[in-house]
């Protein structure tokens, strides 16, 4: 069943990485007026992040306290866990737990995250096809927590590049389990920069008009006010002064597919 009521798509937006308190809550004011009801996204941590000298996030502790604060003031929130014992402290915060593309096989993440009850967004794998993802979110459903989305973020092609299919999109949907596409990741360059990950977010806008026009539930977008100077992932972030015009034209289309 879609995410949303009425079948219309839920944005899931915000920066990669907690930067600071002030920063996710002028981020969020600003996506909120821009958008309307929303899904708040910013990690704690970035466990992967290609190089040990790159910025990781505020960690765990301080990492919920600042996303609590966001969640007395009435924002729905996902964040990533990386590992099992993460769940449920994460999950007394956060509306939706969001398991890395990178994890997406493991089991005792993928269980944890399960028994806490909470929404589980599972990113497939670039090294994952769409039809071995159900497996996956078969293990969260062992938990008795059929709760659970699953994202499409691009697969490997070659060095330094992804590909998406948006074949994938519609295999994934057939699993039965409502489908996220994530346009940002989806136009990264994995360890295309050297120490760090390239982008190109020229293609941010025609990806997500294509898997708009496939019926997705759900849109994950990274955005920043200044991608140059994000801490992590600015090379493939949506600069937050095109994202009404592009929120505009999606959701225009997003009702003619639909019929609403």
């Known amino acids: ?29 600003r996506i909120k007026s821009i958008a309307g009801d929303f899904i708040f ?5 970035k466990a992967n992040r290609s190089s040990v000298q790159s910025y990781r996030g505020p960690g765990l ?8 604060g966001l969640k007395a003031a009435g924002y729905r929130i996902l964040t990533d866990i990386h590992e099992p014992s993460q769940a449920s402290p994460a999950a007394q915060v956060a509306d939706v ?24 967004n599972i990113k497939k794998g670039q090294f994952v096809s769409p039809y071995e993802i159900r497996l996956a979110a078969e293990k969260v459903a062992s938990t008795g927590n059929n709760d659970i989305w699953l994202t499409e973020r691009g697969t490997t092609f070659g060095y330094n590049n992804l590909v998406v299919d948006m074949r994938s999109l519609v295999i994934m949907k057939s699993h039965g389990w409502p489908v996220v596409f994530d346009a940002t990741h989806s136009v990264q360059l994995p360890g295309g920069a050297g120490s760090g990950s390239g982008g190109q977010p020229q293609f941010i806008e025609p990806l997500a008009r294509a898997a708009i026009a496939i019926g997705i539930d759900a849109l994950f977008l990274e955005v920043h006010e200044s991608p140059a100077r994000a801490l992590s992932d600015g090379a493939n972030a949506l600069h937050l002064d095109k994202l009404p015009a592009l929120l505009t034209h999606l959701r225009s289309l997003d009702a003619v597919v639909k019929g609403m």
Not at 105 to 116: F, K, M, S
Request: aromatic share 6%; charged share 25%; hydrophobic share 45%.
């Open 97 to 120: 737990l969001q398991i890395p593309a990178f994890l997406c096989r493991q089991t005792d993440l993928l269980v944890e995250a399960g028994r806490t009850r909470r929404t589980v």
């Open 61 to 68: 502790t301080e990492g919920l306290r600042i996303l609590a």
């Open 1 to 29: 069943m879609p995410i949303r009521p009425d079948g219309s798509f839920t944005l899931i937006a915000g920066p990669c990485v907690i930067e600071s308190e002030e920063h996710v809550h002028f981020l969020a004011a």
């Open 41 to 45: 996204k910013a990690s704690f941590d």
